[in-house]
């Protein structure tokens, strides 16, 4: 797993926790971790990808349906 950048500069190890994305020295640091911010961004990818692929099914459920 990839450090964040406040750990890779201090040369911790970088812990993250179930519970949360922040590592855990930036918790206890109350410091903004980059790797909440890329869990953030990967959980809006995969659901705008689950959005488009529902999107995808209606449309060859309407193709489908003018073919008739």
Same mark, same amino acid.
């Given at each position: 797993?990839?450090?964040?950048?406040?750990? @890779?500069?201090?040369?911790?190890?970088?812990?993250?926790?179930?519970?949360?994305?922040?590592? %855990? @020295?930036?918790?206890?640091?109350?410091?903004?971790? %980059?790797?909440?911010?890329?869990?953030?961004?990967?959980? @809006?990818?995969?659901?705008? %990808?689950?959005?488009?692929?529902? %999107?995808?099914?209606?449309?060859?459920?309407?193709?489908?349906?003018?073919?008739?």
């Amino acid at each position: 797993m990839r450090a964040c950048s406040f750990c @890779r500069i201090y040369n911790f190890f970088c812990v993250v926790t179930s519970e949360s994305s922040y590592c %855990e @020295r930036c918790f206890r640091s109350y410091l903004e971790c %980059e790797l909440a911010f890329l869990d953030a961004k990967a959980e @809006r990818f995969f659901k705008e %990808e689950e959005r488009l692929a529902s %999107e995808i099914v209606a449309v060859y459920a309407k193709i489908t349906r003018f073919r008739k």
